[in-house]
C-alpha cells in the first residue's frame, strides 16, 4: 500500500482546499449556518466539478474514482465546516452502489438529486428535504424513507433529520456501502480536527500573557502536542480504510470500525482543546471554535460512537482469531 497520496490524489486535495478557502470561509459559514441554509452557490459548484459522483461508477454517471479521493474531499469539506448537503448525498451513493439499487445513482452523481444515510431513530445529517433518504434499521435491514422529521440540532450548518420507520421501499443488504460511509465520515472528523489544530497554533503564537506568546508555556505546548498526535493518528486510520475498500476489502470492516472508534473520540477532545487554548473567549458565539466544536460532536455519533465501534472490532478480530484456529 502506499503511506502518501498519489499525484492526482494530491492534486484534488490542493484544489478542493483552494477552493474551499475562496468560497466558504468563516464569513460565508456564518451567514448560511445562522440562517439554517444550505450554500447553493457553493453546491451547484461542486456538483459542476463532479465531487458528488466522484466515486460513483462511470456507468452511472459518476467518476469512477476510489474511497480514498472520496475521503480526500470529505477531509477538506470538514475543515471548511462548509454548509452543503455533500456528505449525505456521497453516503446515500455508497449504500444505494452497494444495494445494486441504480435508479438514484446517476442524479446524486450530478447533484440533481440529494441524498442522506442514517439510522432509524437517530439523528441524519442533509436529510431535511433530501429527495433520497436511505435509513437502516437495528437489524441492518436498509429502505428508502417515506417521511422525514426535522430536527433543530447544535451544528446549524447542516439540516438535520430524524426517521422513525423503515420505508416502504427495501433495499436488501447495504453492510459494504455502511462500511465505506463509516470511513467518509472519520475523513470529514480528521479535516475538523485539522482546523481546530491549525485555529488553536494560530491563536497561541498571537495571543501573549506575560509580554510572551502563551504557545511558549510548556502545559500549552503539551496540549497543542496532543491534538496533532490525535489528528495524525485519526487520518492514518482513516486513509488506511479507505485504501482497504478497493485494495483489500475483506479488512473493510475492522479497519472502518478503528477508524471511526478513533476520530470520534478523538474529535470531540481535539476540538475541545481548541475552545480551552483559546481561553475565555473560545466559548464566546463570536469566536469561531464552536462551530467545528459542534460538527465533531454529531459526527461523532453519527452512525456509532466510538464504544460501539471498539465492541464492533472485538467481534471481529474474535470471530477472525476462531476462524484461524479451527
Not at 117 to 142: H, S, T
Not at 144 to 172: C, M, Q
Not at 193 to 219: I, N
Not at 298 to 323: K, P, T, W, Y
Amino acid at each position: 500500500m502506499r503511506f502518501t497520496l498519489s499525484d492526482d490524489q494530491n492534486e484534488i486535495k490542493r484544489t478542493a482546499k483552494d477552493l474551499l478557502a475562496a468560497r466558504a470561509g468563516v464569513a460565508a459559514l456564518r451567514e448560511h449556518a445562522e440562517g439554517a441554509k444550505y450554500d447553493d452557490a457553493l453546491w451547484k459548484e461542486l456538483c459542476e466539478l463532479g465531487w458528488p459522483g466522484i466515486a460513483i461508477g462511470e456507468d452511472h454517471g459518476g467518476q469512477g474514482l476510489g474511497l480514498v479521493e472520496l475521503c480526500v474531499l470529505a477531509e477538506e469539506l470538514g475543515y471548511a465546516c462548509a454548509a452543503v448537503p455533500f456528505l449525505g448525498t456521497a453516503l446515500a451513493a455508497l449504500a444505494l452502489e452497494a444495494a445494486g439499487d441504480t435508479e438514484w445513482l446517476p442524479k446524486l452523481a450530478s447533484g440533481e438529486a440529494r441524498g442522506a444515510l442514517g439510522r432509524i431513530g437517530d439523528l441524519i445529517p442533509d436529510a431535511v428535504d433530501a429527495d433520497v433518504v436511505v435509513v437502516v434499521d437495528g437489524d441492518g435491514n436498509a429502505s428508502i424513507a417515506d417521511d422525514v422529521e426535522a430536527v433543530d440540532a447544535i451544528d446549524s450548518s447542516r439540516r438535520y433529520g430524524r426517521v422513525n420507520s423503515p420505508g416502504a421501499t427495501s433495499l436488501g443488504d447495504v453492510s459494504a456501502g455502511l462500511d465505506r460511509a463509516l470511513v467518509v465520515v472519520a475523513a470529514e472528523i480528521v479535516g475538523v480536527m485539522q482546523r481546530s489544530l491549525d485555529m488553536a497554533v494560530e491563536y497561541v503564537k498571537e495571543r501573549k500573557q506575560f509580554g510572551v506568546p502563551v504557545g511558549t508555556f510548556q502545559s500549552v505546548q503539551h496540549k497543542a502536542a496532543q491534538m496533532l498526535l490525535d489528528t495524525e493518528g485519526g487520518r492514518s486510520a482513516t486513509y488506511f480504510a479507505a485504501w482497504t475498500a478497493d485494495a483489500q476489502p475483506e479488512r473493510l470492516s475492522s479497519a472502518a470500525a478503528m477508524a471511526k472508534a478513533w476520530t470520534s473520540d478523538r474529535g470531540r477532545e481535539t476540538t475541545g482543546s481548541n475552545i480551552q487554548l483559546h481561553g475565555g473567549i473560545g466559548f464566546t458565539w463570536e469566536a469561531d471554535a464552536h462551530w467545528w466544536y459542534k460538527r465533531a460532536q454529531l459526527d461523532a455519533a453519527f452512525l456509532g460512537g466510538a464504544g460501539e465501534h471498539r465492541a464492533r472490532i472485538s467481534q471481529l478480530v474474535g470471530a477472525e482469531r476462531a476462524g484461524a484456529a479451527a
